[in-house]
Nanobody, 121 residues
């Protein structure tokens, strides 16, 4: 089984910063894409940022210039640094990974349990 263990999040005032981390553990062959999604109350889950194993980054327009995603392939971990936070960034943030359990296995999508980020006005 592959697990994504998230840490970070919490409560911060608008304009502040928070960091999230997500580490993959368990048995697997490789991880291609890792990243973060978020879901605010009453809204659909949306992509925040993601990075491939080769380092290609993709950010939602709403977070470009404020959030920075980085990846440590040796530790199978991604880090999301969130600066200049806004109340509209308030959501549950979910780590996401595209995992191949064995060399010729299809890619599975794995989710973390979610961590709350709350930005007060």
């Amino acid at each position: 089984q592959v697990q994504l263990v998230e840490s970070g999040g919490g409560l911060v005032q608008a304009g502040g910063s928070l960091g999230l981390s997500c580490a993959a553990s368990g048995s697997f062959f490789s991880i291609n894409v890792m990243g973060w999604y978020r879901q605010a109350p009453g809204k659909q889950r949306e992509l925040v940022a993601q990075v491939t194993s080769g380092g290609d980054l993709n950010y939602a327009d709403s977070v470009k210039g404020r959030f920075t995603l980085s990846r440590d392939n040796a530790r199978n971990t991604v880090y999301l640094q969130m600066n200049s936070l806004k109340p509209e960034d308030t959501a549950v943030y979910y780590c996401n990974a595209e995992v191949k359990r064995m060399r010729f296995s299809p890619r599975d999508i794995v989710w973390g349990q979610g961590t709350q980020v709350t930005v007060s006005p």
